[in-house]
């Protein structure tokens, strides 16, 4: 007998905190999922509800606007940059493993124009957006 009591009164507490806990704000989850959704009546909604789904409304303009207003890099930009990183790789381990090459006669100059492959690719990762 006890232990029923003990079940009933866990199973109250839990249906208590649920209800408290949806209604902690005065809001009805249902409004709030119908704000969310934007298929809520404006006119049949509490004040504070409309503030929030106003809000709502504001934050995505902002956001579209934010959008709308960023710059974009052509699209060769990204495997011109790439590229130019993994020739001056490429470069640097063709001299390491023969020094005769890619360029015969200049010797360690090769490094550099490796260096300058590599340093060129990672400048223009600078002004990638």
């Keep these: 007998m006890a232990d029923e009591k003990l079940h009933t009164t866990a199973a109250d507490d839990a249906a208590k905190k649920s209800e408290t806990s949806e209604n902690t704000y005065g809001v009805p989850m249902d409004e709030v999922e119908a704000v969310l ?4 009546d404006k006119a049949t909604l509490s004040p504070q509800i409309q503030k929030m789904m106003q809000r709502q409304e504001e934050n995505r303009r902002r956001v579209e606007d934010s959008i709308k207003g960023t710059k974009a890099n052509a699209s060769w930009f990204v495997p011109l940059f790439c590229s130019l990183m993994i020739i001056g790789l490429f470069w ?4 390491y493993l023969n020094p005769m090459l890619p360029i015969p006669g200049i010797g360690p100059w090769n490094l550099v124009i490796a260096l300058v492959f590599v340093m060129v690719g990672f400048l223009m990762t600078m002004w990638w957006r």
């Design 92 to 95: 640097a381990v063709v001299y």
């Design 37 to 40: 959704n934007a298929t809520a």
